[in-house]
């Protein structure tokens, strides 16, 4: 299957409410990563798509999942999302050494990002 989801982010308000609520709901691994712009959880589910749990970064959103899809060519797919309609909420960023990803919000106003891996 092509642009399969790869990733689920939770960007939440209250992080240690989050992290305590979903690690007694599920049988996650739940894991600290230091990041150059804060901290940030993986979550490891075993099968299926994994993710992530961070502190909302948008002023005065509330909190809310965000799945990422994977590209091929995350500068192609993210210029074809915005002829397409999209608002590029975040455009093409590096993640560290892992890859590059964007933000956008879909015409409908839903969010989605898009993921490239580094190979």
């Known amino acids: 299957m092509g642009n399969p989801f790869v990733h689920i982010e939770l ?36 099968q299926g798509t994994g993710g992530g749990m961070m502190h909302q970064l948008i002023p005065g959103a509330p909190s809310s999942w965000l799945p990422y899809v994977l590209v091929d060519d995350i500068n192609v797919a993210t210029q074809k999302a915005k002829t397409l309609g999209a608002t590029v909420m975040k455009d093409v960023t590096p993640v560290m050494d892992m890859g590059w990803l964007s933000i956008l919000s879909d015409p409908a106003g839903a969010m989605i990002g898009l993921w490239q891996p580094k190979m």
């Open 11 to 46: 960007n939440s308000t209250n992080l240690s409410v989050s992290k305590d609520f979903y690690g007694k709901l599920f049988d996650w691994k739940l894991e600290e990563m230091a990041m150059p712009d804060g901290s940030y959880t993986s979550i490891g589910v075993g």
